[in-house]
Structure formats: structure tokens, C-alpha cells
């Protein structure tokens, strides 16, 4: 069974407007990370923010913010204020457990930023 | 500066041939991580490795091969027995488990 699902189909936002993506995770784990990356053109993958499952607040970092909803086990990225370059892909990742980093990565969602 | 540095960035090799790809880094991390990328997915875990002298297989470890003999550096070989080679490969590291930092990739293309 897929432990992370990305559904959405590419995405064009307007530029300075906020966009969310979506995620959702399967696990049986009470303890687990979710993370964001994104990954430009370019390959590489960029950290984005990161929300552990105890933690009591939603993660925030600049213009990212993670919407968790523990319940539904769902793990949204907003971007506010889109820029140029947040053209990319994003993936949303779990790691189950406290014992290593190895994530598990959904397939990514396509924004596209227009002027 | 700190980083992960990966090399080569683009690869070609002929079929039948075992290629190795470098992965070096000067963060002091003590873990370090091998993802595949196939156009249009996520990444899949190759092999992983927590400390020097040990090294765990990940979901698709069959047709890769690993070593890590120094704590900066986990050298990933694919070898003739990997059946489908061509892809981006993703070497990562870490020593907190809130983040996990990659390389810039390398692209491997058989012939």
C-alpha cells in the first residue's frame, strides 16, 4: 500500500496568490516526520519544512506552513505569496519510526508559477 | 562551505558495465542514503547507512552495491545485475531526524 499519496494534477497559481498541496499519509506508527521538498529543474531536492507527529503546532518556515491534521493524516503545504521561482515539483516524504531517516515519497505535485 | 557532493552529474554506460557513483560529505553527518528517481515518481530508497563499517539494503537494493568505509563518503556501484539502470540517483545525509539533506544528483544513462 502507498504510505504517501500526492493527487493533484499540475498546477498553475497566479503569481503572489497562495497555493496548497495536498497530502496524505498511511501509517500505523505512532511516532513519524513528514517532510516537504522541493525539486526544480535543475535535480536537486530542497528542504522545505518539517512536522513531527507529537509536535503540538503546525510547522511554519517563511512562506511555507504545514497544515496537519493528525486525524485525517493529512499533511497540506501552503505557499503564500507564490514567487517565479516556486516553479517546480514538491514532494511530500514520512519516516515511520525514530530509528533512521528513511523516507518514504509520494509522486509529487507540479506548480507551475505564472505572472 | 558544507554540503554533499555528488560526481559524476551525467554518466553513460554501455550495458554489461558496473559503474560507480561518488558521494562525499563534510557536514559530519553519520548518516547517509541512496534514492532513485524514475521520470515522473518520487524516490525510492536504495541502501542506507547509519554508521561507518555498516550499511542496510532499502527497498531496491537488488543490482546495487555499497560501501562505507569513511564516515564523509558512501560510493554507490550499480552493477550488470541491475536491469534497468537509467535514472537519477540521489545520494542524502543526516544526524537529525527532522532533516535530511541531498546532493545535487546523478543522472545515469545506459546505452
Known amino acids: 500500500a502507498q504510505k504517501i499519496t500526492q493527487t493533484q494534477p499540475g498546477m498553475f497559481v497566479q503569481e503572489k496568490e497562495a497555493v496548497t498541496l495536498d497530502c496524505t499519509y498511511d501509517t500505523s506508527d505512532p511516532s513519524y516526520g513528514l517532510f516537504w521538498y522541493k525539486q526544480p529543474s535543475s535535480g536537486e531536492m530542497i528542504f522545505l519544512i518539517y512536522q513531527g507527529s507529537y509536535d503540538q503546532q503546525n510547522a511554519t518556515e517563511g512562506r511555507y506552513s504545514l497544515n496537519f491534521q493528525k486525524a485525517r493524516k493529512s499533511a497540506n503545504l501552503v505557499i503564500s505569496a507564490s514567487q517565479l521561482g516556486d516553479s517546480a515539483m514538491y514532494f511530500c516524504a514520512m519516516r515511520e519510526g525514530y530509528g533512521n531517516n528513511r523516507l518514504a515519497f509520494g509522486k509529487g505535485n507540479q506548480v507551475v508559477v505564472i505572472p | 562551505d558544507g554540503g554533499i557532493t555528488q560526481s559524476p552529474k551525467y554518466l553513460f554506460r554501455k550495458e554489461g558495465q558496473n559503474v560507480t557513483l561518488s558521494c562525499e560529505q563534510n557536514?559530519?553527518?553519520?548518516?547517509m542514503y541512496w534514492y532513485r528517481q524514475d521520470p515522473g515518481q518520487g524516490l525510492r530508497l536504495i541502501y542506507y547507512s547509519q554508521i561507518v563499517n555498516d550499511f542496510q539494503k532499502g527497498d531496491i537494493a537488488e543490482g546495487y552495491s555499497v560501501s562505507r568505509e569513511k564516515k564523509e563518503s558512501f560510493p554507490l556501484t550499480v552493477t550488470s545485475a541491475q536491469k534497468n539502470p537509467t535514472a537519477f540517483y540521489l545520494c542524502?545525509?543526516?544526524?537529525?531526524?527532522?532533516?535530511?539533506?541531498f546532493g545535487e544528483g546523478s543522472r545515469l544513462t545506459v546505452l
Open positions: 557536514l559530519n553527518h553519520d548518516a
Open positions: 542524502a545525509s543526516s544526524t537529525d531526524l527532522r532533516e535530511l539533506f
